[in-house]
């Protein structure tokens, strides 16, 4: 499988989830077999005006790759100029992020806001496609609401621009994260266009990827909610989609060892202080549905240090024994 010239071993990639997909997600679920990765969506203009945090959000680790580096922005010449920047990190590819449904990105214009003004998403895609020497794709939803399902509009206009690859999430800007994914859109894009399209929405094991290929005819899926506290989900889908082989979940002792260490190379990365605070989600997900997990998690959303982690890592061992 190829987007471009950069091929993949795998057909399962994680999605750019803002606050979440960083650089120690990212190499662990790339650990776990994820063909590919895609940072957290980065603005256009504050790489262009050299922006900290933004550089730190792009940053690309070689234990990540193939990675693709995921941009925003509304106006084409920004888009385009913050490539030069993007670059330094040596992406394989550029994402542009034409999907993000938050009020924030929604606010200025971008996002899945571009649903409303497809000219405007063509401009620019074909924008970035001049300005980038990697292969460009795009992420796009269904549409802004029911009434104006146009993701095959955008996904032939991202193609028209020169875009190389197409993700869907199945569901409309208004519908957000709730309903069931709508397949049926999926596999309409796919018989647009002739570049590769990724499916995305309502993936979580080896069953509901193979049911998103056979249903759509998608070339990739994309795995977001469905990683997290699960990054060994990216094993158990190759497992299923090679050999039809269903991989049971690891037991309790292992999901543990693997939430500490996550968190050890969060705390590397980003230092105690941050690290200790992004870590309470991240605990409160992979003690989702274990034993005593409610009144465990209660704990977690105040844990100041990898040893009170550790302490209470060992206490749910001991319970779900």
Known sequence: MKIGNVEFNGKAVLAPMAGVADRAFRELCVSYGAAYVVSEM???KGVSMGDRKSKDLMFLSQ??????????GNDPNIMAESIEAVMKVNPQIIDINMGCPAPKIIGNGAGACLSKNPQLAEEIVRAVVKASPVPVTVKIRTGWDESSIN??????RAENAGAAAITIHGRTKKQMYAPPVDRNIIAEVKKAVSIPVIGNGDIVDGISAASMIEETNCDLIMVGRGALGCPWVFSQINAYLDHERIIPDPPVTEKMRVMINHIKKICEYKGDFIGMREARKHAGWYTKGLHGGARYRQELCSIESIEQLQEIAYRICVENQ
């Open 63 to 72: 234990e990540e790759r193939p990675a693709a580096v995921q941009i925003f």
């Open 42 to 44: 980065i603005s256009s």
């Open 151 to 156: 993701a095959v509009e955008m996904a032939q």
